[in-house]
């Protein structure tokens, strides 16, 4: 798939998936044999008997890999330091059927940090996806939270998904088109 070679592998403990394109959780039991057939961001794309499945970086013993490392900031980080965080983790972020992170995808339209009253901050980010009826939406916008909240600082974040306006190429930065091959 789009260039990666299918690495096999042998499941080394049971481990929850999510089934793609559909979004569905499963749970890929011990022993279970199948191929990495996209490793980018932390999370995997695994094909198992006919299915694509999508295992989380938390999850990537399981596989035989190393599980993905939080992110660092300085204690003395300002707003800025930590809004530019947020954007590198959310390229982290891939649909796990096209090889591009979601920021370079256009699929992030802002993100914007607020002090809470303890002190930390809130990440607000809203965000769209390539097709309204994507069944990884929910997968997408949860993996975006997640990793935005990995920041040492940041105690919530709200991931808005909206439809206006609608994604097009033309969102896609030229590396993106470039690797997808629409340039």
């Not at 798939?1 to 049971?14: I, K, L, Q, W, Y």
């Not at 929850?16 to 995997?44: C, M, N, Y």
């Not at 990537?60 to 939080?70: H, I, Q, S, W």
Request: glycine share 8%; with cysteine.
């Amino acid at each position: 798939m789009f260039g990666h070679s299918n690495e096999p592998v042998t499941f080394a403990r049971d481990c929850r998936a999510v089934i793609i394109p559909a979004g569905d959780e499963a749970t890929l039991k011990a022993g279970t044999h199948g191929f990495i057939t996209q490793a980018l961001g932390g999370s995997f794309t695994v094909y198992v008997e006919g299915n694509l499945f999508r295992v989380a970086g938390v999850d990537a013993d399981a596989l035989g890999k190393e599980p993905v490392r939080p992110p660092k900031l300085a204690d003395d980080a300002s707003d800025e330091d930590v809004e530019a965080l947020a954007w590198e983790q959310m390229k982290t972020c891939f649909d796990p059927e096209i090889p591009v992170n979601i920021v370079d995808l256009g699929l992030i339209y802002s993100c914007t940090l607020e002090r809470t009253e303890s002190g930390n901050r809130h990440a607000s980010i809203t965000m769209t996806l390539t097709a309204p009826g994507c069944g990884m939406g929910d997968i997408l916008v949860q993996d975006v939270k997640e990793k935005v909240e990995l920041i040492p600082t940041i105690e919530s974040t709200t991931v808005e998904l909206v439809f206006d306006p609608p994604w097009n190429q033309s969102m896609m930065s030229d590396a993106a088109r470039l690797q997808t091959g629409l340039m």
